[in-house]
């Protein structure tokens, strides 16, 4: 986060040449060039049409009509008790002006820009694993405070140029009352109106001088508070995408109690639609029937947890407990490859109007299943078998003949001897010692090896049944057949979900 925020800070754009060459040029359509190409365009006008008979004979007025063109372009700066020229009126704190106006816009585009590059920067921290929010609002934060910083800076430096255009202003003033005190005179002569017309141009060149040295403080003024208001605004840009990500937060807040409390009021959320199919104990469920208690009660089947536990999430919770720093962030970063990435990053998955139990919750924990799948290790069931039956003192043949007479044909009381004995096995050197103990602990045992090491299954097949016998087992399914036979989408005797039928003939 650090050193994103320094790389984004040290833009060279986002010092205070660079802002103004920004500044040039949004203000430059409305302005019809540059700020100062505007205002030394006009001045240059004023010089020349001061050299007019008109502006020679009426200097006083000229003047100020020449000042006032000057301020509706560039203001009058922070003055608060600079008087009007000839009436005695006085100036608001901050008078809006052409130049004002089209700083003004360009500083709210220019911040808009910023807006985008900075967040930008920001919420890229949240495609990084570890605490992706609390990452994005300590750089927006620190995005905040410097904008603070700078703008308080700014407003520093524009009371020191304030002051400037303050004195501009009471030079220019004097030069303004001495060009009316020079023109109240009457009764000339022509030799005394040819002196007078010299000494009205003199008046006239000391007050432009002072005005254009005025109209470049105002200028640099106006120039410094269009940064000030730059930076204000960004910041308040910037804490709107605070608020953003303290939105996501609670959301991935509601997110997260709803995974730790799979039931609300009493309300089955695994069969809600707001629900995420969890069991009581947090796991995720393929229906509504909690998987872990039907194989528990299950006679036939019997799950092996390692180190000996009884119980699913207690297993579960001693394995996340041994997973490395290492572990933890690469299954973050996996989360995001697999999940985030394909919704636009958690900042786009939290912000839009979607439902995140189902477009985020449910994928971040099949992909986390699927991952911690991976990381599991691997635990022969046929050298677990031979190890219990060391640590407990049984003897494995006792072990194995149980296993078998669980394994009962769903003919009762049928003829042991027409019945074949099965084990399938894992195929490796436990399960080759573990069939071997079994083979000899039953006589004619059939082993079969499978791949994999986490199976270990006893069958029994019952073989040359009588007609009785199959009468015993059919009798049940009538029942049910004589139901779904007159369904067309469930009888066996049509495949009614085929809608287009290939002909036989060619």
Known sequence: MDAACARVLADVELRAEGLAVDFDEAARPSLGGTPAEALTQLLAKLEEQSELPVAVEDSANWARQAVSRVRELVGAGMAKEVLEPGNGSSLDEWRRSRLSRALTAGAEQVAKEWDQRLSSAAFALMEHPGRRVAAAEAALGRFIQFCNQAAAAHGTRREQQSGRTQQAWQQLQRALEACTAGSDRGGWGLPSLLLFGNRSRRLLRVVLDHLAAFARQCLAEEVIAAEQRFF???????????????????????????????????????????????????????????????????????????????????????????????????????????????????????????????????????????????????????????????????????????????????????????????????????????????????????????????????????????????????????????ETAVVPQASAHARFDIIDWVPLDP
């Open 232 to 482: 204000q605004q960004l910041s308040g840009r910037l804490d709107e995408r605070l608020r953003e990500l303290t939105f996501c937060r609670q959301r991935l807040r509601h997110l997260l109690e709803n995974l730790e409390s799979p039931t609300e009021d009493g309300v089955d959320l695994a069969n809600s639609h707001s629900g995420l199919g969890l069991t009581p104990g947090h796991s995720p469920v393929p229906s509504a029937v909690s998987f872990w208690e039907s194989i528990r009660q299950s006679a036939t089947i019997r799950v092996v947890l390692p180190d000996g536990e009884a119980d699913l999430e207690r297993a579960a919770e001693r394995f996340s407990s041994t997973l490395t720093a290492v572990q933890k962030t690469h299954l973050d970063q996996v989360l995001h490859d697999r999940v985030l990435a394909a919704l636009g990053g958690l900042h786009a998955a939290c912000s839009g109007n979607v439902d995140l139990a189902r477009t985020l919750a449910m994928p971040l924990v099949e992909q986390t299943a699927a991952f911690l799948g991976e990381q599991l290790p691997a635990t022969d069931v046929a050298q677990f078998e031979l190890a219990a039956g060391e640590r407990s003192g049984v003897d494995i043949s006792v072990q194995i003949l149980e296993y078998l007479g669980r394994a009962t044909p769903m003919v009762a009381g049928s003829d042991a001897d027409q019945q074949t004995s099965f084990l399938l096995v894992p195929a490796s050197d436990a399960g080759k010692a573990f069939g071997e103990a079994a083979q000899l602990a039953l006589k004619g045992l059939q082993m079969v090896r499978v791949p994999g090491q986490a199976h270990l299954m006893f069958a029994r097949e019952q073989g040359y049944l009588s007609i009785e016998e199959l009468q015993g087992l059919i009798r049940p399914c009538h029942a049910p057949y004589e």
